[in-house]
């Protein structure tokens, strides 16, 4: 007997469920229902938005498991009251912005294998201020969120000077240097960055902790001396020439002793798990000319061959993975 098309329909399927989960997030729908559950009619009211509009939403969220209703009473399931509900510590809600962009990219996975080059890339040199700005507000909320995870799981007391590489709106390293008032963390891009990189400085009045830098961390060569560098989601929009070369130059600026923190997206060296990194591979494909996922594997290679040593690798919750070397004494 044939196989029937159940793989295809599954995956084909799939993404509505995801849709009404943005959909809700960019309402902020899950907030108005902390106090207490709310019928159709008046969760619209509390939205202000079409009630016969937002009913089939709110049934397929319930669908989803982001819902539960009773009687006509819709109400946040124990994991959306945690992480969807605005003001709480672990709100999730909005990275609506970004979802939304990476999914608009992946959309054009066929064209950009047909073609070979992004036609939508995002080019830091070339971008307009207005584009960066957009882009980087788009990150924040994720950038702090891994900056976090980062302080529960490792201990940056004992340091005192960071280098955020790549750091864009420099949001890692005011979370971490909010965290360590004996820390000063300068945050390096590229120059077209600097100036919306002060901005989000100024905004979060951490600019006696934290200095910016303009350089190129892959062309070098870099100046100053740190004990402890961070670099987020940096080398995954990069060849694998480009970043071997990036990991050659910030050894050389990493005092004898110093971690450097990587954090991103790491394949297994399967190349197929954790399987929501290998599907998420396509955003990068269609978002850079030479970005990709790689693997645990190519990162300790290279690593190596740069002259780190104790290289461990803790795979998050959410996939993305943080690996940690040090510079030999």
Same mark, same amino acid.
């Given at each position: 007997?044939?196989p ?45 938005v ?12 319930? @669908? /989803?498991?982001?819902?539960? !209703?009773?009687? %006509? ?9 945690? +992480?969807? *509900? ?8 909005d ?6 962009s ?15 080059k ?87 009045? @951490? /600019?006696?902790?934290?200095? !910016?830098?303009? %350089? ?9 001396? +740190?004990? *402890? ?51 998420s ?23 190596a ?15 993305a ?9």
């Amino acid at each position: 007997m044939p196989p029937g098309p159940e793989t295809i329909s599954k995956h084909l399927d799939a993404v509505y469920p995801a849709f009404a989960l943005l959909a809700g997030m960019e309402l902020d729908l899950w907030t108005p229902l902390k106090e207490g559950p709310h019928t159709a009619e008046q969760l619209a009211a509390a939205l202000d938005v079409r009630f016969e509009k937002l009913r089939p939403l709110l049934y397929a969220l319930v @669908a /989803a498991g982001l819902l539960s !209703v009773d009687e %006509g009473l819709f109400s946040n399931t124990a994991e959306t009251d945690r +992480y969807l *509900v605005r003001g709480g510590s672990h709100f999730m809600g909005d990275l609506y912005g970004l979802n939304k962009s990476n999914w608009h990219l992946a959309l054009r996975t066929a064209d950009i294998v047909r073609s070979g080059k992004p036609p939508e890339g995002i080019d830091y040199h070339d971008a307009s201020p207005e584009e960066l700005l957009s882009l980087f507000r788009g990150f924040y909320p994720g950038v702090r969120r891994d900056a976090k995870r980062l302080l529960e799981r490792y201990d940056f007391s004992d340091y005192d000077l960071l280098l955020d590489v790549g750091g864009g709106s420099g949001a890692l390293a005011i979370t971490i240097a909010q965290a360590n008032p004996g820390l000063r963390a300068t945050v390096l891009d590229l120059p077209s960055v600097i100036p919306i990189t002060r901005q989000f400085i100024e905004e979060a009045n @951490a /600019a006696d902790q934290v200095a !910016v830098l303009a %350089g190129d961390a892959v062309h070098g060569p870099l100046s100053g001396s +740190y004990n *402890v560098i961070v670099a987020r989601h940096v080398i995954q929009v990069l060849s694998a020439g480009d970043g071997r070369a990036f990991l050659r130059n910030l050894i050389h600026v990493l005092e004898p002793g110093g971690v450097l923190y990587i954090i991103g997206w790491v394949l297994d060296d399967s190349r197929i798990s954790p399987s929501n990194i290998a599907a998420s591979n396509l955003v990068l494909l269609s978002a850079y000319d030479d970005g990709q996922a790689y693997t645990e594997q190519e990162y300790r290679s290279w690593l190596a061959e740069a002259g780190f040593e104790d290289i461990e690798r803790w795979i998050m919750t959410d996939g993305a993975s943080i690996i940690t070397a040090s510079k030999p004494i």
